[in-house]
T-cell receptor, first 115, second 113 residues
Framework: NAGVTQTPKFRVLKTGQSMTLLCAQD?????MYWYRQDPGMGLRLIHY???????AKGEVPDGYNVSRLKKQNFLLGLESAAPSQTSVYFC??????????????FGPGTRLTVT | GDSVTQMEGPVTLSEEAFLTINCTYT??????LFWYVQYPGEGLQLLLK?????DKGSNKGFEATYRKETTSFHLEKGSVQVSDSAVYFC????????????FGKGTRLHILP
């Protein structure tokens, strides 16, 4: 199993450009999450999904959109990138709590720079 | 609201020193508590967890005990190694909330040979 993978690993955007980050998991997990990590701020939740076809806002959703059309994929979109969105983005997934497991599995991260 | 507070870093220790990273939380009831570790250039990995009061989580020589009376979950290791250099995150999942985890800001640990 590959676990949680993220594409791309690095990206540089100009202000106003758009892009989509892809997260894929092969563990049949119900829950998926997008976080951003900034120095001194820890991890902040952007959006999350509790199952295929569902999405919900997290702590810092503005400027981002997400989609969960397939259970294994969770896409994070930036429609008009801003320098404030320069960050490292992490995707995570977790199985339904009814299985007794409550660990989140993280991807390796995407480093995004907006100039 | 629910929150996690952990000691600010960086923490610098010599190899074989004793490590404590403090973590306290604010939450109602009995949240689940976690320590995650992030090695350079990687995502977070679960290090250990505890799901009820007085539980002790342990892994790779690290330990943390769920203390309800002091709302704490301090991370300890008796003898650190250079390979333990990483960022450590304390986290909680609120009771009866299965959709999200709240992370502390992280503590960077440097171990000198």
């Amino acid at each position: 199993n590959a676990g949680v993978t993220q594409t791309p690993k690095f990206r540089v955007l100009k202000t106003g450009q758009s892009m989509t980050l892809l997260c894929a998991q092969d563990m049949n997990h119900e829950y998926m999450y997008w976080y951003r990590q900034d120095p001194g701020m820890g991890l902040r939740l952007i959006h999350y999904s509790v199952g295929e076809g569902t999405t919900a806002k997290g702590e810092v959703p503005d400027g981002y959109n997400v989609s969960r059309l397939k259970k294994q994929n969770f896409l994070l979109g930036l429609e008009s990138a801003a320098p404030s969105q320069t960050s490292v983005y992490f995707c995570a997934s977790r199985s339904d709590l009814r299985t007794g497991e409550n660990e989140q599995y993280f991807g390796p991260g995407t480093r995004l720079t907006v100039t | 609201g629910d929150s996690v507070t952990q000691m600010e870093g960086p923490v610098t220790l010599s190899e074989e020193a004793f490590l404590t990273i403090n973590c306290t939380y604010t939450a109602t009831g009995y949240p689940s508590l976690f320590w995650y570790v992030q090695y350079p250039g990687e995502g977070l990995q679960l290090l250990l967890k505890a799901t009820k009061a007085d539980d002790k989580g342990s892994n790779k020589g690290f330990e943390a005990t769920y203390r309800k009376e002091t709302t704490s979950f301090h991370l300890e290791k008796g003898s650190v190694q250079v390979s333990d250099s990483a960022v450590y995150f304390c986290a909680l999942r609120p009771m009866n909330r299965d959709d999200k985890i709240i992370f502390g800001k992280g503590t960077r640990l440097h171990i000198l040979p």
